[in-house]
């Protein structure tokens, strides 16, 4: 099919998506916003306002109403378009044949009629029938509920062999697929049109909500108290009955459930930049607790382009110069010795391959890549470098008839081939431990047990081995398991896969923010010593085990894998139960991954990190977080974002209490040093806006704190107001309290205007607590709030002299003095938002709550 045709086929079928996007109206996100509990308060004030003809207070109610509904809703709005943004790019691909050409696209331009190509750890993007397969195996668990994996091929008189359902999963083989079906017409999308595509809440939302129904709770309490001293006082029932809902609303940050959407949306979308994708909003508050990262080594650690620099065969020994995949290079044979054992082994070892080298290109950087596994591209890099033939004459020569794909139980694969003279040549390639074995090769226990020392003694220096052997047969065998005995060893392929420059730097960084990495792999436990001893995983006096293998931890050997920091020869399994250990006492774990087999510890990992260039579409979508470049520093990038939005929220949850706590104080307090009625409710209405409204959004922008990747990471069972934070919340509102009432006493001593200088100095000093809290007073990364603290404060001065705002608020024109004085409050506000973080904050090293083993 062509491109064209795929086009016109994409606009008549529509996208290959299973269910429709939900989307909200902008009425219902209006009226979500007015059915909010406080709103509903506020809309009963301007009924009561208005009875009792108090048409100054109305507006201003009514002004506080559209303001929060407006930035509530355009906050919602932001929200969305950052979540929608990040679902596109997580989309999964598929390859197609189109026009002759194999490429990758989206799985939601997949059209009826295209030919998919499908490989191990792919998804099934579409129901389809199968055109060819191999050894193919599919998990049709999600559609079935068969947890026993199911074989695909072409078999006569069995449809139900060869059909495909959309969502599916490759664990073994390869397949190509003829769509019949895609998004709504599929049988997953029948399924998915029956789900609640909607948003849900992250788990911190919901303890902000549990936490403003508190607050909620107490604030409207000690409000009713203001209500009954007023009427104590003589003031009448209308006016208290309003100062009292005003002051109920303009104490709770109503707005917080908005500003925390919008700061997990853009942290979100910050992480994205910083090529960490996250596919769940929850992940993005989970990383500031991340307190182990358990990571894999090729790709990650390292730099996953293997290059062979070593063989060894019976009868000879070479080195391979060279870098990446280039095939340029020279074969330098030990003493002389000839080349021809070595070219057999790399021979067999392209034969038995599954990857293809591409030629440099722009889009590459001009560098030679691999399309497939990275260690059978550079078996293929070193075939060309000794001089055998191209990959397509090999191919042409040695047909490919039957093969056994290398699964991580199996460690090996296997393929069968015609020859020119019409026998069939049986190729192997493995790990050591599973091709040098009596069972399998046909050789003296002498040459074996040599084969076995050199495979350990190139372990030991860091190379990842592996054994190859071949045959040559009469007859194909019936099952290509059954051609895996009886061979001849060919050699030992030593291929070295080197750290990548920044590891051990950003292994480093890890350790600083209180995140203990932890190696586990695949590969021998010697490679996995040396690539640990390298990278600073393992270190010269540590005191834990230094390497466990996947058959100690099986044999019960391991009491505490918690103990472990290098983990060799693993599987799939055991990558679940360490996981577990680590989650059990108490950790946050952060797993990588790329394979199928990741897939169940990427899951149940607290935040799964799929790599997003080599890692399969099974651990794409099982990961909470993919790396879009492959970077483990990006993983640490990631942290330093979750911890900045958390410490962000907490940040706009201190100023908003803080300043609502002085505001109940102040209507608490000043009646009982002699000011009757402190503030009146449009007074009270209007600094609740300027203060949560552009300064408490503004404040949600903050950049990462300096110390930030310096302190341990935070406890997941904290609360969110703990580690000193009611704390700070208490004695800020004290302050503002003191200093406020203090200048509205004064100016009552000198006779002035004091209800309007109270007014101005309990809004000043909650501007001076915002900027105190500022840990990088003087940055340029976020502009707003200082422009926010202006505008807040020229509005503020605005309602004294503007003629309809003083109408409005009740408020009188100011002199200088009285200026002076109200902006004076400012100083101690902030100044004390300062000390309050050096005395309550935890400082970068403190211990108190590490938790390290």
Not at 91 to 103: N, S, T, W
Not at 256 to 262: K, R, W
């Amino acid at each position: 099919m062509t491109e064209d045709e795929a086009t016109r086929r994409l606009t008549r079928y529509g996208p290959n998506t299973v269910a429709a996007e939900h989307t909200v109206r902008l009425r219902a996100r209006v009226a979500a916003q007015l059915r909010d509990p406080l709103i509903m308060v506020l809309l009963g004030a301007i009924a009561l306002t208005l009875a009792i003809g108090d048409h100054a207070d109305s507006i201003v109610i009514a002004l506080v109403i559209v303001v929060n509904t407006t930035v509530g809703v355009v906050q919602e709005i932001r929200a969305d378009h950052a979540v929608t943004a990040l679902s596109a790019l997580s989309a999964p691909g598929a390859r197609v044949r189109r026009g002759g050409v194999e490429r990758e696209v989206s799985s939601a331009d997949v059209v009826p009629g295209d030919l998919v190509l499908l490989g191990e750890g792919d998804i099934v993007p579409a129901d389809a029938q199968l055109r060819h397969a191999s050894a193919l195996l599919l998990d049709e668990s999600m559609m079935t509920g068969e947890a026993v994996p199911v074989d695909k091929a072409l078999l006569p008189g069995s449809p139900e062999a060869s059909r495909l359902q959309a969502g599916t999963i490759v664990l073994r083989g390869r397949g190509v697929a003829h769509v019949t079906a895609t998004g709504k017409a599929s049988a997953l999308g029948r399924i998915a049109q029956l789900l609640d595509t909607r948003p849900q809440p992250t788990p911190l939302q919901h303890r902000l909500a549990a936490l403003g129904r508190v607050l909620a709770l107490v604030t409207l309490g000690l409000c009713l108290l203001v209500f009954g001293l007023g009427l104590a006082r003589g003031t009448d029932i209308g006016t208290m009955a309003v100062t009292a809902i005003s002051l109920a609303v303009a104490a709770v940050p109503e707005s917080l459930p908005a500003v925390v959407t919008l700061a997990l949306a853009l942290g979100a979308r910050r992480m994205a930049a910083r090529h960490a994708l996250v596919r769940r909003l929850s992940a993005v508050e989970t990383l500031g607790s991340v307190s182990v990262l358990a990571t894999d080594k090729t790709g990650t650690l390292t730099e996953g382009r293997m290059v062979v620099e070593r063989v060894w065969t019976p009868q000879a020994e070479a080195g391979f110069t060279g870098s990446g995949y280039d095939p340029a290079g020279e074969v330098v044979v030990a003493g002389g010795g000839e080349i021809d054992s070595v070219r057999e082994l790399l021979r067999a070892a392209a034969l038995c391959n599954d990857a293809r080298l591409r030629p440099p290109s722009e889009a590459d950087d001009g560098r030679w890549t691999a399309l497939g596994d990275p260690t059978e591209a550079a078996l293929l890099a070193a075939a060309a470098k000794a001089g055998c033939d191209d990959q397509r004459e090999l191919d042409a020569r040695y047909p490919r008839t039957g093969e056994e794909p290398f699964d991580s139980l199996r460690k090996r694969m296997t393929t069968l081939h015609g020859t020119p003279e019409g026998s069939c040549l049986v190729c192997l390639k493995g790990a050591p431990e599973v091709v040098l074995d009596e069972a399998v090769l046909a050789a003296p226990p002498a040459l074996i047990r040599r084969a076995r020392e050199n495979a350990a003694a190139l372990a030991a220096d860091g190379y990842r081995v592996l054994a190859i052997a071949s045959a040559l047969r009469d007859e194909a065998p019936t099952r290509v398991r059954d051609g895996e005995t009886g061979l001849r060893l060919l050699g030992l392929a030593a291929l070295s896969d080197p750290p990548k420059k920044a590891a051990a730097a950003t292994l480093a960084d890890c350790r600083a923010a209180g995140i203990t990495p932890v190696l586990i792999t695949g590969d021998h436990p010697a490679t996995a010593r040396a690539i640990a001893s390298r990278v600073g995983v393992l270190d010269d006096g540590a005191t834990h085990a230094d390497v466990v293998t996947g058959r100690a931890l099986a044999a019960g050997e391991v009491p505490d894998p918690t103990q472990v920091r290098v983990f060799a020869r693993i599987d799939p399994k055991q990558k679940l139960d360490i996981v577990e250990a680590w989650r059990a006492r108490g950790h946050v774990t952060a797993m990588t991954g790329d394979g199928v087999n990741d897939g169940p510890a990427l899951r149940h990992a607290d935040i799964g990190v799929a790599m997003g260039r080599r890692g399969t579409e099974v651990a794409r979508q099982a990961a909470d977080l993919v790396l879009t470049d492959d970077e483990l520093s990006t993983v640490v990038a990631a942290v330093e974002e979750g911890r900045r939005v958390y410490d962000n929220i907490r940040r706009f949850l201190l100023y908003g209490l803080a300043g609502g706590a002085a505001e109940i104080l102040v209507m608490l307090v000043g009646p009982l040093l002699g000011l009757p009625l402190p503030l009146r409710a449009g007074q009270i209405l209007w600094i609740n806006l300027l203060t949560h409204g552009l300064t408490g959004v503004a404040l949600g922008a903050e950049p990462v704190s300096p110390g930030s990747m310096r302190r341990p990471p935070r406890p997941p069972e904290q609360h969110v107001l703990g580690d000193g934070l009611w704390q700070r919340m208490f004695f800020l509102g004290a302050v503002v309290t003191v200093i406020s009432l203090a200048a509205g006493l004064g100016a009552r001593a000198l006779d002035r205007p004091w209800q309007s200088v109270l007014f101005l100095s309990l809004l000043v000093a909650q501007l001076g607590v915002v900027l105190g809290l500022r840990d990088r007073l003087l940055t340029r990364e976020n502009l707003f709030l200082p422009v926010a603290v202006v505008v807040s404060a020229g509005l503020a001065v605005a309602a004294l002299y503007v003629p309809v705002l003083r109408a409005v608020l009740d408020t009188v024109a100011l002199g200088w003095s009285e200026l002076a004085l109200a902006a004076a409050v400012g100083v101690p506000a902030f100044l004390a938002a300062r000390l309050s973080g050096h005395v309550w904050m935890r400082r970068p090293g403190d211990t108190h709550v590490r938790r390290e083993s």
